[in-house]
């Protein structure tokens, strides 16, 4: 049986976290266990700087993993902090800062406590890939409008509960392709474009952008745009009361 975790601090699986440490020592690897994500990095990076400027803003990363965006992040200018509940993929994240020299504030701990501690803090917050590995997705989004400052943006990416999405995200890419290990992702837990937008609508944030990416194992490309499918980014943002109070009233 999976043991789960779903207090307001505790929102992870356990076998998750044990299955990503496992597998901590080849996060730096572009040829390892997590070649998908060193593909996916420089289209993620520019679906997030071709709509807010990176230089000197405040970013969280959640579920930073071993820090590659993290990492692009800091090199595009930005003050970045990058939280997960894997304490050895962080371990690994930190032992790469001394190679790169790249200055990224690692902490382990969930976005739920994050937010009680540091409510309004973060230009920007981006979280790819970690909210179909969590046992309540729209816990970390109240979270993340939490964290935000208002005006602040957030950038997103999962994978759509579709037919399509099984048979590539888990029958090809674990299975077949054999580009990511065996019980990487659970299709119960994909989530809809539909219902992420409801949930950060709930939490007093506005969506400005789905975005389809595709991603080609066989020739290592990846597209932005077109069909979400399978896999999709999303840009939201907080709305600053003050700006929205001018526009009311100059309406």
């Not at 290990?181 to 789905?210: I, N």
């Not at 020739?219 to 999709?232: E, F, H, I, P």
Request: charged share 20%; proline share 5%; with cysteine.
């Amino acid at each position: 049986m999976t043991t789960t975790h779903k207090s307001d601090y505790e929102n992870y699986d356990v076998a998750e976290q044990r299955q990503f440490d496992a597998l901590a020592s080849g996060w730096w690897d572009p040829q390892g266990p997590f070649k998908p994500l060193h593909d996916l990095n420089p289209a993620r990076l520019t679906f997030v700087t071709e709509r807010c400027s990176l230089r000197d803003a405040t970013v969280l990363d959640v579920g930073c993993g071993g820090g590659i965006l993290a990492e692009a992040m800091a090199k595009a200018g930005a003050q970045v902090t990058g939280i997960d509940v894997a304490g050895k993929v962080l371990a690994i994240a930190r032992l790469h800062q001394h190679e790169s020299a790249v200055e990224v504030d690692y902490h382990e701990l969930t976005i739920e406590a994050w937010a009680d501690a540091h409510p309004a803090s973060a230009d920007v917050v981006t979280c790819m890939e970690m909210i179909e590995h969590v046992p309540d997705p729209a816990s970390v989004i109240r979270a993340i409008g939490t964290v935000l400052k208002p005006g602040g943006q957030c950038f997103l990416s999962t994978l759509n509960r579709t037919p399509a999405a099984f048979l590539l995200g888990i029958v090809g890419a674990e299975h077949i392709v054999r580009i990511l290990p065996v019980g990487t992702h659970r299709y119960d837990r994909f989530v809809r474009p539909s219902e992420l937008c409801d949930w950060l609508r709930r939490a007093a944030l506005e969506v400005g952008e789905v975005c389809g990416i595709h991603y080609n194992p066989l020739s290592r490309t990846v597209k932005l745009g077109g069909s979400v499918t399978v896999n999709y980014l999303v840009h939201a943002f907080k709305s600053d009361a003050e700006q929205a109070h001018a526009r009311e009233a100059a309406d």
